[in-house]
């Protein structure tokens, strides 16, 4: 099977965005292909950023923005510059457009405006 025709059987539908619908039809099987998807490798960066976006959403119904995660992986590891790196490098084309997306939350123009 392909690795278009594999993300469609694991989520059906997306919005014209390329986002899940519904951020609990999200799976993590689901991340490495929507990373291939974007020309991404995943890799401990991802995952962290990507958790961290997840476990912000129960909690709140939102999405965090940029400022939020790079706090979050400060206070994990200690160092801001490193948390900042680990936001914005794995993600070239942004936090709002990308890492949302491959973790599988919408996110609003506002956020995609803010990173």
């Known amino acids: 099977m392909n690795r278009r025709a594999e993300l469609d059987s694991l989520v059906p539908e997306r919005d014209n965005a390329g986002c899940v619908p519904e951020p609990r039809d999200w799976s993590r099987a689901l991340a490495p292909l929507r990373a291939i998807e974007e020309g991404l490798t995943r890799s401990p960066a991802h995952w962290q950023v990507s958790d961290s976006v997840r476990a912000w959403y129960p ?3 939102s999405v965090p923005g940029a400022r939020r995660v790079i706090q979050h992986q400060a206070a994990a590891n200690g160092d801001k510059r490193a948390a900042r790196r680990v936001l914005h ?5 942004g936090y709002g457009q990308q890492a949302c997306r491959i973790a599988g939350m919408r996110t609003s ?3 995609t405006l803010d990173v």
Request: hydrophobic fraction near 25%.
């Open 89 to 93: 490098a794995p993600f070239p084309h």
């Open 109 to 111: 123009l506002k956020r």
């Open 59 to 61: 909690d709140t119904g």
